[in-house]
């Protein structure tokens, strides 16, 4: 399978978010040195790994 292929497509969404709650997850990124973007898809990764939605990858 070519390179192209194997990689996971990703989906644009626009997401509304109070400020407190973007400021907090703008600090934690740079905390942990992500882009904002990344940490949210961390959070939404981490969430769905806990509540058992995600499918395992082989």
Same mark, same amino acid.
């Given at each position: 399978?070519?390179? @192209? =292929?194997? @990689?996971?497509?990703?989906?644009? +969404?626009?997401?509304?978010? !109070?400020? =407190?709650?973007?400021?907090?997850?703008? $600090?934690? $990124? /740079? !905390? =942990? +040195?992500?882009?904002?973007?990344?940490?949210?898809?961390?959070?939404?990764?981490? $969430? *769905? @790994? @806990? /509540?058992?939605? *995600?499918?395992?990858?082989?």
């Amino acid at each position: 399978m070519p390179e @192209k =292929e194997k @990689k996971e497509k990703s989906k644009s +969404f626009i997401l509304r978010v !109070d400020s =407190e709650t973007m400021n907090a997850i703008e $600090a934690w $990124a /740079a !905390d =942990e +040195f992500r882009s904002t973007n990344g940490q949210i898809q961390w959070i939404l990764n981490e $969430a *769905l @790994k @806990k /509540a058992g939605r *995600l499918k395992k990858k082989k």
